[in-house]
């Protein structure tokens, strides 16, 4: 069953439904039916496991992308505001109220943060250990040095493979834009951010996640709510290119071998 849409296509519906009407006061006919699918890229009308399939190919297929929204994993909120492309990404990820920059170039990984965050981390791995004792000042003096610097991140360090995955184009949309459960089409929706007409594929009524298609173009994906309440995701300026470049050397700081576990 059709969904009922919003903004644009709702006055694209009451529109026809005039002429509709209209139609059927002069000419003495029964009714009429608007096509959903009428002008668009023909996706509407595949079945969902298609529609997916369609969907996960343009997603791979496009340049770059801009993801926005929140991720819940390990029992943890993060937001995120991320570019991604083939060879990295950056953006911004936030969490349990702290926030901080990612950039990866190739294998190269730096996170950016404000003094505040860096002492934060440092207290709360001085706590963990119970080895805070004296430290307070060489915590502070850390921290300001760091505050405001991109931070290389070590590839053996654990918080590398945890954040790599942020900025991660192949890898973050191949786990995210699969559904779970039986796959069924739940109608023509609007999206929200472009106003762009899609259509709604669910796995499993709803429980396994919705995603939504643009019907208009390319059949991107625009927005995801994913399952078990893990958050709702959009996504934006599909194909369209930016600047990924290493930061200058007197920009970066070498945090030392590990980085606070926290």
């Not at 990295?88 to 936030?94: D, H, I, M």
């Not at 730096?110 to 003094?115: E, G, N, Q």
């Not at 805070?132 to 360090?157: H, I, M, N």
Request: aromatic fraction near 6%.
């Amino acid at each position: 069953m059709t969904a009922i849409p919003q903004g644009r296509t709702r006055r694209r519906t009451v529109l026809a439904g005039a002429v509709c009407a209209l139609v059927v006061t002069s000419a003495g006919l029964s009714g009429c039916d608007e096509d959903p699918d009428a002008g668009t890229n023909g996706v509407g009308k595949l079945a969902a496991d298609e529609i997916q399939a369609k969907a996960k190919a343009a997603a791979g297929a496009a340049g770059a992308v801009r993801l926005s929204g929140t991720v819940v994993a390990g029992g943890r909120s993060y937001k995120l505001d991320m570019r991604l492309k083939a060879n990295g990404g950056s953006g911004t990820v936030t969490a349990q109220g702290s926030s901080f920059q990612l950039l990866r170039v190739g294998e190269e990984l730096y996170l950016k943060a404000d003094a505040g965050f860096w002492k934060h981390q440092s207290a709360e791995d001085s706590e963990d250990s119970k080895d805070s004792e004296g430290g307070g000042g060489k915590d502070t003096d850390a921290a300001d040095k760091l505050d405001g610097k991109y931070v290389k991140v070590p590839t053996g360090d654990p918080s590398y493979k945890k954040f790599s995955g942020f900025t991660d184009k192949d890898l973050l949309l191949d786990s995210l834009l699969t559904l779970h459960g039986s796959l069924g089409k739940d109608g023509h929706q609007e999206d929200p951010a472009s106003g762009a007409r899609t259509i709604r594929i669910s796995g499993g009524g709803g429980s396994g996640g919705t995603l939504d298609v643009a019907l208009e173009g390319q059949p991107y994906p625009l927005r995801l709510v994913r399952a078990g309440d893990a958050g709702t995701l959009s996504f934006s300026a599909w194909g369209e290119n930016f600047a990924l470049a290493e930061p200058a050397k007197d920009e970066t700081v070498d945090y030392g071998k590990e980085l606070p576990t926290s």
